[in-house]
């Protein structure tokens, strides 16, 4: 049942993930649908025009009414069965010929899909030596001058602002390209709900200094709750989305992250009072580098960290849906497969 079940995991999240598979598989229906149009047509008429000549023909015979009653209903049926199955094969023939087709069609865009993720991945890496290097060197220079301007001094302290932005941006973009060639890895698995704690836990002394409140319920999971994915990216997707309801949350605010397991997912929502996304915005704010006009006057950032959060949840094969009211808050629900075999929990049906 386990083998099955990572079959069946890997092939939907290919399905889910492979936007140039859905399309070629919709081509490929509708090829099908307008064919069945076209031979429906073409054999009604067809079959009608035999079946016309097959009567005047059996009329010109002068024979009973009963023989010709007879011999009506056996060539009607004939025609039928022989047109049938000469529409399954021309149906056959449109579905292996249309697969084929919108794939040779779509060969091009996915050849240059790769080559754009390659060098979205190229392109972040080979940043972040020169952005190391520039930030190192300044921060040398910073410590090494002791006769240096206020002013000239500020100027640098920016300059390493600015780096460590470049830095996060280069970051988010090999995170995004990598996670794009991910599939769902059924040997690793690991505890969501150990990950989501120590995320917590890193992100307290943030929201204490925007004086934000942040409760994790329930606080005591003596269980384990594991998933199939390495720590690093359900830390990823946890600190990405609590980190962005921090920022988006004024002082006073409150952010809730809810935690619940209900095989064969667990579930989980980060709920906050901060500033809300429009419902124009909404659409939009999983896109790489897409920020609201609201956000960009509250809190700096790239506009990758949601990106980077539905690309890796995609890659584990489970679900992200945001709900938000400006001026009101806004609610990040995630779900996310467990591992049958590994997640052991008083009270809870495995089927």
């Given at each position: 049942?386990?083998?099955?079940?990572k079959?069946?995991?890997?092939?939907?999240?290919?399905?889910?993930?492979d936007v140039?598979?859905?399309a070629?598989?919709k081509?490929?229906?509708?090829y099908?649908?307008?064919?069945?149009?076209i031979?429906?047509?073409f054999s009604?008429?067809?079959?009608?025009?035999?079946?016309?000549?097959?009567s005047e023909?059996i009329?010109?015979?002068?024979?009973?009414?009963?023989?010709?009653?007879y011999?009506?209903?056996?060539?009607?049926?004939a025609?039928q069965?022989r047109?049938l199955?000469?529409d399954a094969?021309?149906?056959?023939?449109?579905?292996?010929?249309?697969?084929?087709?919108?794939?040779?069609?779509?060969?091009?865009i996915?050849?240059a899909?790769?080559?754009e993720?390659?060098f979205l991945?190229?392109?972040?890496?080979?940043?972040?030596?020169?952005?190391?290097v520039?930030k190192?060197?300044?921060e040398?220079i910073?410590r090494?001058?002791?006769?240096?301007?206020?002013?000239?001094?500020k100027?640098f302290?920016?300059?390493i602002?600015e780096i460590?932005?470049l830095t996060?941006?280069?970051?988010g973009?090999l995170?995004l390209a990598h996670?794009?060639e991910?599939?769902?890895?059924?040997?690793?698995v690991?505890d969501?709900?150990k990950v989501?704690?120590?995320?917590v836990?890193?992100?307290?002394p943030l929201?204490?200094?925007?004086?934000?409140?942040l409760?994790?319920v329930p606080?005591?999971m003596k269980?384990?709750?594991y998933v199939?994915?390495?720590?690093?990216?359900?830390a990823?997707?946890?600190?990405?989305?609590?980190?962005?309801?921090?920022?988006?949350?004024?002082?006073?605010?409150?952010?809730?992250?809810?935690?619940?397991h209900?095989?064969?997912?667990?579930h989980?929502s980060?709920?906050?009072?901060?500033i809300?996304i429009s419902?124009s915005?909404l659409t939009?704010v999983?896109?790489?580098?897409?920020?609201?006009?609201?956000?960009?006057?509250i809190?700096e950032?790239?506009?990758?960290?949601?990106?980077?959060?539905?690309?890796?949840?995609?890659?584990l094969?489970g679900?992200?849906h945001?709900?938000?009211?400006?001026?009101v808050?806004?609610?990040?629900?995630i779900s996310?497969?467990?591992s049958?075999a590994h997640?052991?929990?008083?009270?809870?049906?495995h089927g």
């Amino acid at each position: 049942m386990e083998h099955i079940y990572k079959q069946y995991a890997v092939l939907a999240i290919k399905w889910k993930r492979d936007v140039l598979l859905r399309a070629r598989v919709k081509l490929t229906l509708i090829y099908v649908g307008v064919s069945i149009l076209i031979l429906g047509v073409f054999s009604y008429l067809l079959y009608g025009a035999l079946l016309s000549g097959l009567s005047e023909s059996i009329n010109e015979d002068v024979l009973d009414l009963t023989t010709q009653s007879y011999l009506f209903e056996r060539a009607s049926a004939a025609f039928q069965s022989r047109i049938l199955k000469a529409d399954a094969i021309a149906l056959l023939f449109v579905l292996i010929s249309g697969h084929i087709l919108t794939g040779i069609t779509l060969r091009p865009i996915r050849i240059a899909q790769d080559r754009e993720r390659r060098f979205l991945a190229d392109a972040a890496h080979e940043l972040r030596t020169p952005l190391a290097v520039m930030k190192s060197g300044t921060e040398v220079i910073l410590r090494s001058e002791t006769n240096m301007s206020l002013r000239v001094k500020k100027a640098f302290i920016e300059n390493i602002n600015e780096i460590d932005s470049l830095t996060r941006i280069a970051n988010g973009l090999l995170s995004l390209a990598h996670e794009k060639e991910k599939l769902l890895d059924k040997t690793i698995v690991s505890d969501a709900s150990k990950v989501l704690r120590d995320v917590v836990e890193k992100l307290l002394p943030l929201a204490e200094v925007k004086h934000v409140s942040l409760t994790l319920v329930p606080l005591d999971m003596k269980h384990g709750v594991y998933v199939h994915a390495d720590t690093i990216s359900l830390a990823r997707i946890f600190e990405n989305t609590i980190e962005n309801a921090i920022k988006y949350t004024n002082a006073g605010g409150s952010i809730m992250v809810t935690f619940k397991h209900q095989y064969p997912s667990l579930h989980v929502s980060v709920e906050d009072t901060g500033i809300g996304i429009s419902e124009s915005d909404l659409t939009h704010v999983t896109e790489p580098f897409f920020r609201a006009d609201l956000s960009r006057t509250i809190s700096e950032g790239s506009g990758l960290g949601l990106s980077i959060v539905l690309e890796t949840i995609d890659s584990l094969g489970g679900s992200f849906h945001i709900e938000s009211t400006l001026g009101v808050g806004t609610t990040v629900r995630i779900s996310l497969p467990v591992s049958r075999a590994h997640t052991s929990l008083p009270g809870v049906n495995h089927g």
